[in-house]
């Protein structure tokens, strides 16, 4: 079964989000190799319309299954350029989500 992960993330100034968008293009072909695939495209909340989140950028990704994440950090690759992902940011949500049927 499919999980998706919800990234919310709040950039460190001077540099933060260049810094995290060099991390992406790194980041994507491993992802790629285990399985994942960025769902959204790359989004900049603009305001909240109901309640309070002031992230500076928000996408989705979808992983195969429980296992592809753990699998992916553990890679020695993906070791060589999470600290891009660590120099680029001061807080992220990362919220583990399943599809949830809808309205039939």
Known sequence: MSVYMLNALWFKPDGGRETYLEYIKAADPLVQKHGGRR???LFAPVSAIRGHLDADMLFVVEYPD?????????????????????DAITDSWLIKME???GPE
Request: hydrophobic share 45%; proline share 11%; aromatic share 4%.
């Open 39 to 41: 769902v959204t495209e």
């Open 66 to 86: 429980d296992a592809a994440l753990p699998a992916l950090i553990a890679d020695p690759e993906y070791q060589k350029i999470r600290h891009l992902r660590d």
């Open 99 to 101: 599809a949830a049927p």
